[in-house]
């Protein structure tokens, strides 16, 4: 009996390991590693001691390897010792399943729930204050720990690991989501921090202005010519062809050109500017880095068979990070104009995506071949089609309002209710069901 106030000394300091050693778990596998990060980066008393969870958290292995090690050790100890005090008083074949019992009520509530529930909590806070101590435990448990780091290292050999990145855009727009929803971050800055992300996904393409919708002017068209093209159109800078407009030689500025239209100069020639080319896949991140050093503003984004494909401004790139940017000479173009509650009129020459997004259309398993509304619109028809004729897509239906002899200039889409849409889909199955 003389034993039983050191064992219980004892006992208890194993089951406060015990807490330490699982918080510690959790806490270095939850905390956030940025705010960690600008703490080492404060000059502050903090500093010192987030740098060394920083470190130690590089060698994650390690460190796991020395908490489960410990806490292991420790549970197993504390088994022992409720199992030699029980003992001391249950005699008998009874002592053991109650020492068995004792010891894992013990763990689970003082080792394991409770600290676990309060390092996920104050996961920093914890790091920072207890990371001195871990560091020791690491070195004290280094020859058990290295005999373990042997044997992962024999079982990758076996088993290969694949190199993946630790977050993906889809788990960083969850992030982005999730601080919206606390009060974090405003809505503009989530739609800001979305641009951002999505920003590299997108084409050359996914934003050119069409070839057709292209102004140009001939490096010999006449002056007065080139000065109603600047006053039609309201632009402050045109490309300039040479023949044909497949052959973009450069671009003029308005205040340029209109110095030389008083000065009555008949050439171009000594103020056109480069432009930046670029093909239909070049991403529009890279695209706006060739514009910032060439230091120009237009580029020109060539087909596969080196033809004109369209063209992109640096704002058409810059657009698509902060949204529309308008000056006092923009003329707006709605191309989504709601007539009701259910109904819109869209121009065929928005972008087919930003029209399915509108619509909430699922595009994410759909593979397009159409940039445009205009060249989907065709594609379904598999004709050019006259105003009136109309046809259903997944929750929409969409009637062409007007064309022209080569495109559809118009449509107007209309939200179908989910009976509507299944009945229109079951319907054209079985117009099309060959029996």
């Known amino acids: 009996?003389?034993?039983?106030?050191?064992?219980?000394?004892?006992?208890?300091?194993?089951?406060?390991?015990?807490?330490?050693?699982?918080?510690?778990?959790?806490?270095?596998?939850?905390?956030?590693?940025?705010?960690?990060?600008?703490?080492?980066?404060?000059?502050?008393?903090?500093?010192?001691?987030?740098?060394?969870?920083?470190?130690?958290?590089?060698d994650f292995d390690r460190l796991l390897s020395t908490i489960l090690v410990g806490n292991n050790i420790v549970n197993i100890a504390i088994a022992s010792m409720t199992t030699v005090i029980v003992t001391q008083f249950a005699m008998g074949h009874y002592g053991v399943p109650i020492a068995t019992a004792i010891s894992t009520a013990?763990?689970?509530?003082?080792?394991?729930?409770?600290?676990?529930?309060?390092?996920?909590?104050?996961?920093?806070?914890?790091?920072?204050r207890t990371v001195g101590l871990m560091r020791i435990i690491m070195v004290v448990l280094t020859?058990?720990?290295?005999?373990?780091?042997?044997?992962?290292?024999?079982?990758?050999?076996?088993?290969?690991?694949?190199?993946?990145?630790?977050?993906?855009?889809?788990?960083?727009?969850?992030?982005?989501?999730?601080?919206?929803t606390e009060g974090v971050l405003e809505k503009h800055e989530v739609d800001l921090i979305r641009s951002a992300i999505e920003f590299d996904d997108l084409n050359a393409s996914d934003i050119a202005i069409p070839r057709v919708d292209i102004t140009a002017v001939e490096i010999n068209a006449p002056m007065k010519e080139i000065d109603l093209a600047f006053a039609t159109h309201g632009y402050s800078r045109l490309p300039v062809y040479?023949?044909?407009?497949?052959?973009?030689?450069?671009?003029?500025?308005?205040?340029?050109?209109?110095?030389?239209y008083r000065a009555k100069v008949d050439s171009l020639n000594q103020i056109i500017s480069n432009v930046v080319?670029?093909?239909?896949?070049?991403?529009?991140?890279?695209?706006?880095?060739?514009?910032?050093?060439?230091?120009?503003?237009?580029?020109?984004?060539?087909?596969?068979?080196?033809?004109?494909?369209?063209?992109?401004?640096?704002?058409?790139?810059?657009?698509?990070?902060?949204?529309?940017?308008?000056?006092?000479?923009?003329?707006?173009?709605?191309?989504?104009?709601?007539?009701?509650d259910k109904s819109t009129l869209v121009s065929c020459h928005a972008n087919l995506i930003d029209m399915f997004e509108y619509f909430q259309i699922d595009f994410k398993n759909v593979e397009l071949e159409s940039n445009t509304v205009n060249g989907w619109v065709i594609e379904?028809?598999?004709?050019?089609?006259?105003?009136?004729?109309?046809?259903?897509?997944?929750?929409?239906?969409?009637?062409?309002?007007?064309?022209?002899?080569?495109?559809?200039?118009?449509?107007?889409?209309?939200?179908?209710?989910?009976?509507?849409?299944?009945?229109?889909?079951?319907?054209?199955s079985e117009s099309e069901d060959p029996s």
């Open 1 to 58: 009996m003389d034993t039983d106030g050191p064992s219980a000394g004892i006992l208890i300091l194993l089951l406060i390991l015990s807490a330490y050693f699982s918080a510690s778990e959790t806490a270095f596998s939850s905390y956030n590693r940025i705010r960690i990060k600008n703490y080492a980066s404060n000059e502050d008393k903090r500093a010192q001691r987030a740098q060394m969870v920083l470190n130690i958290s590089e």
């Open 106 to 128: 013990a763990i689970l509530l003082v080792g394991e729930i409770t600290p676990k529930s309060f390092a996920k909590e104050f996961a920093e806070v914890f790091t920072l």
């Open 143 to 180: 020859p058990i720990t290295f005999l373990f780091e042997l044997w992962k290292m024999l079982v990758r050999k076996f088993i290969k690991s694949k190199d993946e990145p630790n977050y993906t855009d889809e788990e960083l727009m969850t992030i982005v989501d999730e601080a919206e």
């Open 242 to 260: 040479r023949d044909t407009i497949d052959n973009i030689i450069g671009m003029i500025h308005e205040k340029d050109f209109h110095y030389l």
């Open 277 to 340: 080319y670029a093909t239909e896949n070049t991403k529009i991140s890279l695209l706006l880095k060739q514009l910032q050093v060439s230091k120009t503003h237009m580029a020109i984004i060539a087909d596969e068979f080196g033809g004109t494909f369209g063209l992109v401004t640096m704002e058409d790139i810059l657009e698509e990070l902060v949204g529309d940017i308008w000056d006092e000479h923009d003329e707006i173009d709605d191309k989504f104009r709601p007539i009701d």
């Open 380 to 428: 379904q028809f598999n004709h050019l089609p006259n105003p009136g004729e109309t046809f259903q897509y997944q929750n929409v239906e969409v009637l062409v309002t007007k064309s022209t002899h080569k495109a559809v200039t118009e449509i107007k889409v209309t939200r179908l209710d989910l009976p509507e849409a299944e009945e229109a889909t079951n319907e054209k």
